[in-house]
């Protein structure tokens, strides 16, 4: 008699891991598939930056790729390339080759708007 009761039990917590998991599964790719919460899509907002204006330096440019104001301290310019390497960063888009290449380019760019940005106000 005892030996039914526990292969009931062992079956029971069996199904409940079972399906634990398949939950755990399912929340991880929705997760995977939205990205940072309150991110929206790239290629949206304010990240969608313009072609460049006519007599505008490169400074200007990295201020305007990282979505700041001329003027702004070092730290601002850290935390504003931080969020947008975050954002913009290919693997994210692991499943879509067309963004994935879209934010491999984006992410370039970011990256040489901090360098100059960082080359300037550090020195």
Known sequence: ??????????????????????VYVFV??????????GRGVPGQGPA????P????????????????KPGVSFKEVQSAYR??????HPDRFANDA????RANTKLGEINQAYETLRRYLRG
Do not use: C, H
């Not at 991880?28 to 919460?37: E, I, L, T």
């Not at 969020?83 to 913009?88: G, M, N, S, T, V």
């Open 98 to 101: 067309k963004l994935s290449l």
């Open 1 to 22: 008699m005892t030996t039914a009761w526990l292969l009931i039990f062992t079956n029971t917590w069996i199904d409940f891991i079972t399906l634990g998991f398949v």
């Open 28 to 37: 991880q790719r929705q997760r995977r598939m939205k990205g940072p919460r």
């Open 83 to 88: 969020e947008l390497a975050r954002i913009w």
């Open 53 to 68: 204006a006519r007599g505008e330096t490169e400074l200007d440019r990295a201020y305007r790729t990282l979505d700041l």
């Open 48 to 51: 969608n930056i313009s072609p």
